[in-house]
């Protein structure tokens, strides 16, 4: 199994996982930006050490689906990321574009 797919195989068990606790919104946001942080020092560390990579496509899909601040502070914390400037605007885009959808989806589906 590559990465790739190991990396969605688990962002979908968090999924699955968080739809069986307590306030499972909150707690799919809670373990998407954990496995967001986690993804992040995977990848820089195989970076560093020369390993097979992490897509930047793949980090953007953390980040859209609700691991955006996960991902910020991986990110700073491991200084990953940050002077890309292509991935930089991709990442901005995703973030706005997972806080209209919040926004949309609490305006039209309120608690």
Not at 24 to 34: H, S
Not at 53 to 81: D, Y
């Amino acid at each position: 199994m590559n990465l790739n797919r190991f990396c969605y195989l688990l962002l979908a068990l968090a999924a699955i996982g968080s739809a069986f606790l307590p306030h499972p919104v909150v707690m799919w946001f809670l373990l998407a930006n954990v496995l967001t942080l986690v993804v992040y020092g995977g990848d820089k560390m195989a970076a560093r050490k020369a390993w097979r990579r992490v897509p930047e496509s793949t980090l953007l899909t953390f980040g859209f689906v609700g691991g955006w601040p996960g991902a910020i502070l991986g990110q700073q914390l491991f200084r990953h990321k940050t002077q890309k400037q292509p991935f930089k605007t991709w990442f901005i885009i995703s973030v706005i574009l997972n806080v209209a959808l919040l926004a949309g989806l609490y305006h039209f589906y309120p608690y």
